[in-house]
């Protein structure tokens, strides 16, 4: 009895180190919200609208508080052979033809560039109402960056495990 008793408590300890967290914030009208920072499993996620406005958000994988990534200006080099031809024309008149295989190498400057980020998911919810999106298993390697893209302030609710 006491090896099943210590069996089932075992159980019930491992079980709880994976137990789901939850975070709350409220995020302004075209306002962004950074959540949780790294690896992160959502579960669910909990949208709040105000009284008078539909709901709506957009939730991206962002190592901080913004959705747009910028690459940084980069150089290519590029190297090809190819036939280099000369002509010239001596004293007598005669028109010779010189033909060099040559390695051209020439390098091209890329500027940077500025891409926004792919959202996860998009959400919303009627006016007045709480909508919970449950089952979404999505990991979230970067962190959560919450977009709001409704009117009005909204609440959001995250369940999460690290």
Known sequence: MKKILAFVASMVYGLSVFAANTISTNIATTSSAFILQGDVAVSYITLSSPDTNTA???VYDSPGNWI??????????????????????NFYGATNNL???VLYTGITTNSATTNAMTPKLSLSTAAGTSSQFSGINMVFRSGICITNTGAGTIGVTIGYVR
């Open 99 to 101: 033909t060099n295989v």
């Open 56 to 58: 709506a958000c957009v």
């Open 68 to 89: 747009a990534q910028t690459n940084a200006a980069y150089y290519t080099i590029t190297s090809f052979a190819t036939n280099y031809i000369t002509t010239w024309t």
